[in-house]
């Protein structure tokens, strides 16, 4: 199905832009045939043009246009577009769909201008003569997209080059984009194979970077556009169900007209509008939703003039009508990345019927509809102080564009950069968290620590060793949701920066290109990291199961070696003539709080309360015995052992370290564990014979003190808790 042969008066329904319909086609035909005008006077081609961009920007000088326009026709005279219309009416109808949106007369002119260096004679030297440097540029930068070859073979290198003409200047993908869309709409013309290719190349890339750069008129049209010609049958049934709710009371309008009411007795100045979905929109509300109402067929559109207003707005609906909370999202607190701002709610009227509502001001709506177009020339001065951290000054280059250019620059070679491209692409919502320094991070949805990382340090991320999501530890695997606030750890802040790195295991949880890319450099400049780093000191094994050691006198112990349980004398047991025994699960000192079983042989095991092996033998049936600490008394007070746990972040050194701080607190080592390294952190298990079970809160402070050490804990906790 061609795009042409859509039914106009169900895509009026859209929102958007009005079309170039085939009625100012032929208008803009006659215009050009007749030549061009007496020198001084406005063409009557670009007459509708002229009064539209005035409208935006009343002091417009279109004398600019004027010569731009005579240029255009003169140069294109002749050629003719594959409908049979003179060519000249290409570049007219761009520029009528950039002044719609309300770009500036720069941009305007170079729309014009933007096929003559690539089909005509005239040169970019001409160009940049007559209408200066600036138009130059632009003009070179759309020839130079214009050359693309679409072909599958082509895509990395150019869209590659696309990235950096759009980083350079938003404006020269502002007329690519206008372009394709005034390609699109007269796409019927061409072979179906090639309007397929054509609107997949649109819809993989161009409609994306309309989504980030904000310019949702132009993104929603093209989307429908590309529906209409690869899912026919689906745009068919669409169309359907639209023209079937035309002929139907809309219960939207009602809504309308009770939210007028609402806010006009609380004082508050505002265009309400319904804002019918477009049919792409219809169509993924269709799949989510299923059968669809009139009032799931488009919005409500509340238009104020200051921020203050929109709160004020969503006040008095959530008072006035019934809020469905978990519709609430305030994308003016927190802009989304591609500019758009707005307060998104619904609400449900008496007769239970629910409304989506959309709050912005005035200036909102026109970024919302524009994006980037609407931000005028990027190279004016600036009103605005200096740009939030991580953000170039230049408004109309926002965040992810900075991020784009940064990683293409530094992929390794054009299919890296074309995968990582689509990949980035694809996300099509964006998740901020808030840095423990004040600022923000926007992050496509499902990033982990280890893209957040890379996006605040860039290659100094190679350095970070963990992380904090709302104030808990976190492994740089965790997935980050929208909101939270996240401190990065950074081996920076120990003395052992030198030796830190990412290991293989990044690559795993990495989502966004940046991050992947400078995994692999570095992974790549250092093959040693490529191998499982081996453990220091004793084979690394499990720590010792709680439940195999409880009352067991020979139960395995970390390390491999068989450390017995202390027979414990300083101990009393309700059991005359039973030997008593402290367990090697929980190891327990005085003044611990214990719980004796009785077990084979005739002895008693002497757990802590928390032990986990107390639940399980209680459950067991076990039998409880009494017991007690002994003051004053003890025998062999050298003889209390307590197993620790010690959870780090993994560096070189770290076994020598904390042997070290154990060893000048007067304590002995019996036996220690170091299990291998899991996303950068590991876990020591130290059993210790104490001469004195009083320093053993000296013992387990002084062990947090040693440099990438953030936990000590006492065995007995369950192991999920401990590498939770």
């Given at each position: 199905m061609s795009a042409e042969a859509t039914d106009h008066a169900a895509l009026g329904r859209r929102r958007g832009l009005p079309r170039i319909d085939l009625r100012n086609l032929r208008r803009f035909s006659r215009a050009a045939l007749l030549g061009s005008p007496a020198r001084g006077r406005l063409p009557d081609a670009i007459e509708h043009v002229a009064k539209v961009h005035r409208a935006h920007h009343p002091g417009a000088d279109l004398d600019v246009l004027r010569q731009a326009y005579v240029l255009a026709e003169s140069s294109h005279r002749g050629q003719m577009r594959k409908s049979g219309e003179p060519y000249i009416t290409h570049p007219l109808a761009v520029t009528l769909i950039l002044a719609e949106l309300g770009a500036e007369t720069t941009t305007l002119t170079a729309s014009l201008l933007h096929d003559t260096v690539e089909d005509t004679d005239v040169t970019l030297d001409q160009v940049g003569e007559q209408f200066g440097e600036e138009v130059r540029y632009l003009v070179d930068g759309v020839t130079k997209l214009e050359k693309v070859d679409y072909g599958a073979a082509a895509e990395p290198e150019t869209f590659r080059k696309m990235l950096v003409a759009t980083g350079n200047d938003v404006r020269v993908m502002s007329i690519k984009l206008a372009d394709r869309l005034h390609n699109m709409r007269t796409l019927g013309v061409m072979r179906p194979?090639?309007?397929?290719?054509?609107?997949?190349?649109?819809?993989?890339?161009?409609?994306?970077?309309?989504?980030?750069?904000?310019?949702?008129?132009?993104?929603?049209?093209?989307?429908?556009?590309?529906?209409?010609?690869?899912?026919?049958?689906?745009?068919?049934?669409?169309?359907?169900?639209?023209?079937?709710?035309?002929?139907?009371?809309?219960?939207?309008?009602?809504?309308?007209?009770?939210?007028?009411?609402?806010?006009?007795?609380?004082?508050?100045?505002?265009?309400?509008?319904?804002?019918?979905?477009?049919?792409?929109?219809?169509?993924?509300?269709?799949?989510?939703?299923?059968?669809?109402?009139?009032?799931?067929?488009?919005?409500?559109?509340?238009?104020?003039?200051?921020?203050?207003?929109?709160?004020?707005?969503?006040?008095?609906?959530?008072?006035?009508?019934?809020?469905?909370?978990?519709?609430?999202?305030?994308?003016?607190?927190?802009?989304?990345?591609?500019?758009?701002?707005?307060?998104?709610?619904?609400?449900?009227?008496?007769?239970?019927?629910?409304?989506?509502?959309?709050?912005?001001?005035?200036?909102?709506?026109?970024?919302?509809?524009?994006?980037?177009?609407?931000?005028?020339?990027?190279?004016?001065?600036?009103?605005?102080?200096?740009?939030?951290?991580g953000e170039r000054a230049d408004p109309t280059r926002p965040g992810w564009l900075s991020r784009l250019l940064a990683w293409q620059s530094a992929a390794p070679d054009p299919d890296t950069f074309w995968s990582s491209l689509r990949a980035e692409l694809a996300q099509d919502r964006e998740i901020t968290v808030f840095r423990s320094d004040g600022g923000t991070l926007g992050l496509p949805a499902g990033a982990s620590c280890v893209d957040a990382a890379y996006a605040q340090y860039g290659e100094a991320a190679h350095d970070c060793i963990g992380a904090r999501v709302n104030g808990r530890i976190a492994t740089l695997s965790t997935v980050l949701r929208d909101g939270d606030m996240l401190q990065l750890l950074m081996a920076r802040d120990t003395r052992d920066a030198a030796s830190s790195g990412p290991s293989p295991e990044w690559l795993d949880h990495a989502r966004t290109p940046a991050a992947r890319i400078a995994i692999s450099r570095w992974l790549a400049a250092n093959p040693e990291r490529q191998q499982p780093p081996s453990a220091t000191g004793p084979d690394p094994a499990p720590a010792e199961d709680p439940a195999g050691a409880a009352g067991t006198a020979g139960a395995g112990a970390p390390g491999g070696a068989a450390v017995r349980t202390a027979v414990a004398p300083s101990v009393a047991a309700d059991l005359p003539g039973a030997a008593v025994r402290l367990a090697g699960c929980c190891t327990p000192v005085p003044p611990d709080a214990v719980i004796g079983f009785a077990v084979r042989g005739g002895a008693v095991t002497v757990h802590r309360e928390q032990c986990p092996a107390v639940s399980r033998m209680t459950a067991a049936g076990r039998s409880t015995v009494g017991v007690r600490w002994l003051d004053g008394e003890g025998g062999d007070g050298g003889d209390y052992r307590v197993t620790l746990l010690a959870e780090a972040f993994s560096r070189p050194h770290l076994l020598a370290d904390l042997t070290e701080a154990i060893a000048a607190e007067g304590v002995a080592v019996v036996s220690a564990a170091v299990e291998p390294p899991r996303e950068q952190r590991v876990r020591h298990t130290y059993t210790l014979q104490l001469p004195d079970p009083g320093r053993l809160p000296t013992l387990m402070r002084a062990m947090r003190d040693v440099p990438g050490v953030y936990d000590v804990t006492r065995a007995g906790r369950s192991m999920a808790a401990t590498r939770s």
């Open positions: 194979e090639k309007q397929a290719r054509i609107a997949k190349v649109t819809r993989d890339v161009l409609i994306p970077l309309a989504e980030r750069l904000g310019v949702q008129a132009l993104k929603t049209e093209l989307e429908d556009l590309v529906f209409a010609i690869l899912h026919p049958a689906e745009y068919a049934r669409t169309r359907e169900l639209l023209l079937d709710h035309a002929g139907r009371p809309d219960p939207l309008a009602r809504a309308a007209e009770n939210v007028r009411t609402v806010l006009h007795e609380a004082g508050i100045a505002a265009e309400v509008l319904v804002r019918p979905r477009h049919f792409v929109s219809v169509h993924r509300v269709g799949l989510k939703r299923g059968e669809l109402t009139g009032s799931d067929l488009g919005r409500l559109l509340v238009l104020v003039s200051e921020d203050a207003d929109c709160y004020a707005v969503l006040g008095e609906l959530h008072t006035c009508f019934t809020p469905v909370i978990s519709e609430f999202k305030d994308f003016i607190a927190v802009p989304k990345f591609n500019l758009y701002q707005s307060l998104h709610t619904a609400v449900a009227g008496r007769d239970g019927e629910v409304a989506e509502v959309l709050i912005r001001t005035h200036q909102m709506h026109r970024v919302a509809e524009a994006g980037v177009i609407a931000l005028g020339n990027p190279y004016a001065p600036l009103e605005a102080a200096d740009a939030p951290d």
